[in-house]
């Protein structure tokens, strides 16, 4: 996984577990994708103190993720969804290609479209 989608996802799970100070920094260092100096001068201090807090943003944040494990655990629901989905995909070209009615096809898919949808819900809402 790309570094500053993992950062992201990270913030998301376990931002609001940082100070408002803590909050602001890794917003303006992720995304806002200010570097160093830029940092330093929006909040008054020094570049390397500017380096040294982002650095210690994201081993909270790693460390909230060792001990929680949300953004695996999430992770893991949106692979098996994605599963999910292909399985529903392969069925409804398999029930394309039989003898059914076009009415028991249509509720066949509806049904599928359903559940494939309930399934991006599950996801969306993790």
Do not use: P, W
């Not at 040294?52 to 953004?71: F, P, T």
């Amino acid at each position: 996984m790309d570094e500053r989608l993992r950062q992201t996802l990270l913030y998301d799970f376990y931002g609001e577990l940082l100070n408002d100070h803590q909050k602001n920094v890794f917003s303006a260092a992720v995304f806002d994708d200010m570097n160093y100096s830029e940092i330093s001068e929006e909040f008054g201090c020094s570049r390397q103190a500017a380096f040294d807090l982002v650095k210690r943003i994201n081993r909270k944040l790693e460390n909230y993720e060792e001990r929680l494990g949300l953004l695996k655990r999430f992770m893991s629901v949106r692979d098996r969804m994605n599963v999910l989905g292909d399985k529903i995909e392969d069925i409804e070209k398999h029930i394309s290609e039989t003898d059914l009615s076009n009415k028991e096809i249509n509720t066949i898919n509806k049904k599928l479209d359903d559940i494939l949808a309930y399934s991006k819900e599950i996801v969306e809402d993790f």
